[in-house]
């Protein structure tokens, strides 16, 4: 799958673009190192990753912190090595609570089903494994708000990674809001 990958670091005449490529990626920290090379001090570097329209991401770095990530469908992102970089790191952290709720009010519903229609149900219950358990969820997932400061609330960030929306496009819209939207094209 062709991808698209650019670097922004922020400095103090505002925001440095360049492309780059992903080929030595493989981890989570291959990425931050990647994007911390870039930074002046310890100024804010964001990573954007647009993968055939199809999905984007974006990934912020200051400095020592812990990354940032949100990525507009993990489902498909989740299907391309890079996205998998993201999504699976974002499933581990927040993810794995998140189904458990989501397998315990299922469970409950399921009892209370059960209830009602005897002791059988409950039987064949038992042997079931939630289905829903490790997938990956479609649609946004991450940080929504990683962008606020800058300008791009979590409503706007969230509407661009919507249905319908194109990933490239968003990335666009997203430079635009950095106020780098020519520069960010110039390298695309």
Known sequence: MAYFA??????GA???VSETELD???TLADLTDLARETAEDDDTVLVFIEQEDAWFAVLRIDGEDDPR???SDAAAAARSSYGSVLTDELIEQ????D???LDGLVAGLDEDDDSAAGDEADDADEDDEPADRGATPVGPIGDS???SEFGLGQAALLELAGEGAAPGDALGEIAEALGCGE???AVR
């Open 6 to 11: 650019a670097v922004l670091a922020r400095t």
């Open 14 to 16: 505002g925001w440095d």
């Open 24 to 26: 030595d990626v493989e």
């Open 69 to 71: 990530i949100f990525v």
């Open 94 to 97: 927040d993810g794995e609570a």
């Open 99 to 101: 189904f458990d709720d």
């Open 145 to 147: 708000e990683l962008l």
């Open 183 to 185: 520069v960010l094209e």
